[in-house]
């Protein structure tokens, strides 16, 4: 790696560094960006998912990446610890509320603030908003959205 490189390496990450902690949303950080090969691989522990996804944001701000991989951990304070079963249950109450939603088509399964969605419904932009829709529920530590989406009758 050359020194003009390396250089513009360390520019972007401190760009990047910069674009996230002016970020409010991105709380209880802890962050480092790593820019190699028109990528930057975020990395550190936040305190909610919804911060991790806003620090991925902030980072796809800064120009010239061709990519960002978000290994960013989250890890929720003790003071804001949810149990699996409240998780789970604020999760099936916001899709009651949500009208783009079929709520009774939409399962889900929480353990350790992971969330695995389960189930089937008639359009993509309802699975999306399966997944949108609980980004920022207390205690969330990640999502797999295994939703399917049914094929249209005829």
Not at 31 to 36: G, K, N, P, V, W
Not at 53 to 59: H, M, S
Not at 70 to 84: G, L, Q, S, T, W
Request: aromatic share 6%.
């Amino acid at each position: 790696m050359t020194a003009a490189t390396l250089l513009q390496s360390s520019d972007v990450s401190a760009r990047v560094r910069r674009e996230i902690t002016s970020d409010p949303r991105v709380t209880g950080q802890s962050l480092e960006a790593s820019f190699d090969n028109d990528t930057i691989t975020l990395t550190g522990t936040v305190r909610s998912f919804a911060a991790k996804l806003y620090a991925e944001e902030a980072a796809r701000r800064v120009g010239e990446l061709k990519d960002v991989h978000n290994r960013i951990e989250v890890k929720i304070p003790a003071h804001d610890f949810k149990a699996d079963k409240e998780v789970a249950e604020a999760i099936r109450y916001t899709y009651r509320w949500n009208v783009l939603l079929p709520s009774n088509s939409i399962d889900c399964v929480v353990v350790d603030g992971w969330v695995l969605l389960t189930g089937k419904v008639s359009a993509e932009y309802q699975k999306l908003e399966a997944e949108v829709a609980i980004y920022h529920i207390a205690g969330l530590r990640g999502i797999v959205n295994d939703i399917e989406i049914a094929a249209p009758m005829d």
